[in-house]
C-alpha cells in the first residue's frame, strides 16, 4: 500500500508565499504522477497540479498558473507545491495523491491514494 502525508500549510497574508511538501512511501514504484487538489470552504475539490513521475513534467488548473509551482525529489519521494501571490481565495485543503493508472490525469477517480489534507489560509 502507499502512504501519502502532507505538510506545510498554515495561515499567510495575501500576496505571500508558502511551500507544501507531499511525502509517499509504500510501493510507489509503479506510480505514474502524483498530484495536488483542493477543497475550499463550499466548493467541491478541484485538480491544482500535478507532475508525471517519470520525466518531471508538470500540469496545471488554469486557475494556479503562474504562481504555484510543482516539483519533486526523487530521492526523497516527496513533491512540493510552491505557492507565491497567494490571494484569498486560494484558502482551502489542499491534499496530495498519487495516480497509478494515467499521466496528465485531472480526475480523481485516478489517483487511488491520498493524504489527509493540510490547511492553506490566506488572509486579506
Known amino acids: 500500500q502507499v502512504q501519502v502525508v502532507e505538510s506545510g500549510g498554515g495561515l499567510v497574508q495575501a500576496g505571500g508565499s508558502l511551500r507544501l511538501s507531499c511525502a509517499a512511501s509504500?510501493?510507489?514504484?509503479?506510480?505514474?504522477?502524483m498530484g495536488w487538489f483542493r477543497q475550499a470552504p463550499g466548493k467541491e475539490r478541484e485538480f491544482v497540479a500535478g507532475?508525471?513521475?517519470?520525466?518531471?513534467?508538470?500540469y496545471y488548473a488554469d486557475s494556479v498558473k503562474g504562481r504555484l509551482t510543482v516539483s519533486r525529489d526523487n530521492a526523497k519521494n516527496t513533491v512540493y507545491l510552491q505557492m507565491s501571490s497567494l490571494k484569498p481565495e486560494d484558502t482551502a485543503v489542499y491534499y496530495c495523491?498519487?495516480?497509478?493508472?494515467?499521466?496528465?490525469?485531472?480526475?480523481?477517480?485516478?489517483?487511488?491514494?491520498w493524504g489527509l489534507g493540510t490547511q492553506v489560509t490566506v488572509s486579506s
Open positions: 495523491a498519487v495516480n497509478i493508472r494515467g499521466w496528465r490525469s485531472r480526475l480523481e477517480s485516478d489517483y487511488p491514494y
Open positions: 509504500g510501493r510507489t514504484f509503479g506510480a505514474a504522477a
Open positions: 507532475i508525471v513521475w517519470s520525466d518531471g513534467s508538470t
